[in-house]
């Protein structure tokens, strides 16, 4: 893929921005629904838990997060992503129970030990340190937290077995790898990976 190809894919879906952006944000919101449900489904993180979501983009999974959950967290490297999300969330901001901010995986901006649950949906391809990106979140979670991921099988940056050995690496454990066909016809095949942090 050329490179203005990859800066356009950057602007529409990996850090998004301006038009581009805001257009990639509504096809996310549409294609990644079932499996930000889903995920949270998983997760099914308690009232009382703080919920990490990483690369929420225009917000459907911080929705799905705050019904469960009365402690969210968003962080994104977009600023049209976080403006959208505010936008969709705003009843949950404004009643106390998520925030949102700048960040990135490899870089949360939270405390250590801080979280129970970290969420993140169609993102861990577009992260450029994965076993940084994997210590951070092992940093942020308190021991028996719990990390949800899922991606479109096709996009993932490795091999579903090496990336759950990257997560291992982390110093994750319980890791488990599956993956899970969306309702409808347009959504691709998600492949999806819990683990525990020790």
């Keep these: 893929m050329g490179s203005a190809a990859q800066r356009l894919l950057m602007k529409g879906f990996g850090v998004p921005s301006g038009l581009l952006g805001r257009l990639g944000g509504r096809?996310?919101?549409?294609?990644?629904?079932?499996?930000?449900?889903?995920?949270?489904?998983?997760?099914?993180?308690?009232?009382?838990?703080?919920?990490?979501?990483?690369?929420?983009?225009?917000?459907?999974?911080?929705?799905?997060?705050?019904?469960?959950?009365?402690?969210?967290?968003g962080v994104d490297p977009s600023y049209v992503m976080l403006a959208a999300a505010r936008r969709r969330c705003a009843s949950a901001i404004d009643g106390g129970r998520l925030r949102l901010a700048l960040g990135t995986?490899?870089?949360?901006?939270?405390?250590?030990?801080?979280?129970?649950?970290?969420?993140?949906?169609?993102?861990?391809?577009?992260?450029?340190?994965?076993?940084?990106?994997?210590?951070?979140?092992?940093?942020?979670?308190?021991?028996?937290?719990?990390?949800?991921?899922?991606?479109?099988?096709?996009?993932?940056?490795?091999?579903?077995?090496?990336?759950?050995?990257?997560?291992?690496?982390?110093g994750f454990t319980d890791v488990r790898t599956w993956t899970w066909e969306p309702p409808g016809r347009a959504p691709s095949k998600a492949a999806q990976l819990g683990a525990v942090r020790v």
């Design 27 to 73: 096809l996310m919101a549409h294609g990644n629904a079932a499996a930000e449900r889903r995920v949270v489904s998983l997760a099914a993180p308690s009232e009382e838990e703080v919920v990490l979501v990483v690369g929420p983009g225009p917000g459907v999974g911080l929705v799905a997060a705050a019904r469960c959950s009365a402690h969210v967290i």
């Design 105 to 170: 995986a490899a870089d949360t901006g939270e405390p250590d030990a801080s979280v129970d649950v970290v969420i993140s949906v169609n993102n861990v391809q577009l992260w450029p340190d994965l076993p940084g990106a994997f210590a951070e979140l092992h940093r942020v979670l308190r021991p028996g937290g719990r990390l949800f991921l899922s991606a479109h099988e096709k996009w993932l940056p490795t091999a579903l077995p090496a990336l759950a050995h990257t997560v291992r690496a982390a």
